[in-house]
């Protein structure tokens, strides 16, 4: 499987364009959507999936548009529905001004979904938001804005919940695997290099 990283202009935020034959899948499409739709469309992709670690607006904003000229399937986690439809809980505005997400289907944890040869994994990763969540795939993770290059995510926010963020933290310290990180912002990373220098990992 090969992973095209697009980043967004205004906040710094990695979206990251699953390939598998000719078909893709988009992990947290928060803006550049020209780009990305070019990107599609002149390599002949299928897209398939539209996943979501979590849903706030620097994660989304370029969803809707995708959604509607490729035909995606939305996912997210159980926890994240009410976010999502809602601008002020998602940040991305009041009313009609922001940004609402009806995903085509919803995980929980220890979900699975099937990408061409590929199991994806979702593990229920609560603090950052409600319904955060990491999506794994092989040798890869991708963590949305619960885990970044040494340092996690806030826990301040609309639904955020800092205990809930310590068991997050522990999930991590629990697994055994050396997962290649790609983070919501910033570069990536392994586990075993944050379970070792992060001290939020600690």
Known sequence: MEIKIFTTYSMGENIYVLIEKDHAAIVDPGGNYEEISSFLKDNHYVL???????GHADHIGA???LKEEFGAEVIAH????????????????????GIKVYPDRFVSEG??????????????????????????????MFSGDMLFKGTVGRSDLPTSDPSAMEESIQKLLD????????????????????????????
Do not use: C, W
């Not at 061409?116 to 603090?127: L, R, S, V």
């Open 48 to 54: 398939d999936y539209i996943l979501l670690t979590h």
């Open 63 to 65: 969803l809707n548009p």
């Open 78 to 97: 159980i926890e994240e529905k009410e976010l999502l439809e809602t601008p002020e809980m998602n940040l991305s505005g009041r009313g009609a001004s």
């Open 111 to 140: 979900g699975e979904l099937e990408f061409q040869e590929n199991k994806i994994h979702f593990i229920h990763t609560p603090g950052h938001t409600a319904g955060s969540m990491l999506i794994l795939i092989g040798d890869k």
């Open 175 to 202: 697994m055994d695997f050396d997962y290649k990180v790609f983070p919501g912002h910033g570069e990536a990373t392994t586990l075993m290099h944050e379970k070792k220098y992060n001290a939020y990992l600690k």
